[in-house]
Nanobody
C-alpha cells in the first residue's frame, strides 16, 4: 500500500525558508514521479514542482522558479526547499506520486495516483 507523509510545514516570516519532506513507502515500481501541489483557502489546487526518481529531472511552476528547489534521496524521500517565502505561498502543501517506467513528469494533479494528507505552510509577519 502506497503511503505519502508530508512534514516540515510551519509558520515563517516573509523572506524566510522552510524545507518540506515527503516520505514515500509501499512503492513497487522501478521509478516514480513525485509532485508538490498547494491549496490555499478558497483556491484551486495549484501545481508547484515535480521530480523524477529515474534521472532527477524537474519541473517548476513559474510562481516558484528561482525560489523553490525540489530534490530526492535514495530512500524514497523528496524534499522541497522553499526560500524567500512570500505571504502568497501560504497554503496546505501536498505531495503526490505516480509509478513510472521512465522519467516522464507532469504538473497536472490528475496525472498522479497517490496523495498525502498535506502540511500547512503559513507565511506571515
Amino acid at each position: 500500500q502506497v503511503q505519502l507523509v508530508e512534514s516540515g510545514g510551519g509558520l515563517v516570516q516573509p523572506g524566510g525558508s522552510l524545507r518540506l519532506s515527503c516520505k514515500a513507502s509501499g512503492f513497487t515500481w522501478n521509478y516514480y514521479a513525485i509532485g508538490w501541489f498547494r491549496q490555499a483557502p478558497g483556491n484551486w489546487r495549484e501545481e508547484v514542482s515535480c521530480v523524477s526518481s529515474r534521472d532527477g529531472s524537474t519541473i517548476y511552476a513559474d510562481s516558484v522558479k528561482g525560489r523553490f528547489t525540489i530534490s530526492r534521496d535514495n530512500a524514497n524521500t523528496v524534499y522541497l526547499q522553499m526560500n524567500n517565502l512570500k505571504p502568497e505561498d501560504t497554503a496546505v502543501y501536498f505531495c503526490a506520486a505516480r509509478g513510472n517506467f521512465n522519467s516522464d513528469l507532469s504538473l497536472s494533479a490528475k496525472w498522479y495516483d497517490y496523495w498525502g494528507r498535506g502540511t500547512q505552510v503559513t507565511v506571515s509577519s
